[in-house]
């Protein structure tokens, strides 16, 4: 029965070690949200916006995606693996902060 909920949930990923190996952190909330505060290290492309700006993004490194409450991001990390990214979703960003 464990495994069938790993299987469901998935394995947790360490977003310390993947920031410390170079991830990048791509925050896909609006500018007026991101401007309010976010992780510093990050890089803001709204969610809208993200098709057209993935050559913002270096593909030979893992991107870790944030906003408010990760629902975004999810959408986001499945933008970016659809076009070849080694995406991870963060969730939230004030999350996310606490784990890196």
């Excluded at 986001?76 to 659809?82: M, Y």
Aim: hydrophobic content about 35%; some cysteine; aromatic content about 10%.
């Amino acid at each position: 029965m464990f495994n069938w909920f790993k299987n469901l949930f998935g394995k947790k990923t360490d977003f310390h070690a993947l920031v410390k190996n170079g991830a990048q952190i791509i925050d896909v909330r609006t500018p007026t949200e991101y401007e309010n505060g976010h992780i510093f290290s990050s890089i803001n492309i709204p969610l809208q916006n993200l098709n057209k700006e993935l050559t913002k993004i270096d593909k030979s490194r893992p991107v870790i995606t944030c906003c408010a409450s990760g629902i975004r991001s999810l959408s986001a990390q499945s933008i970016l693996k659809a076009n070849g990214y080694e995406a991870y979703n963060g969730g939230s960003w004030t999350s996310l902060q606490t784990k890196i």
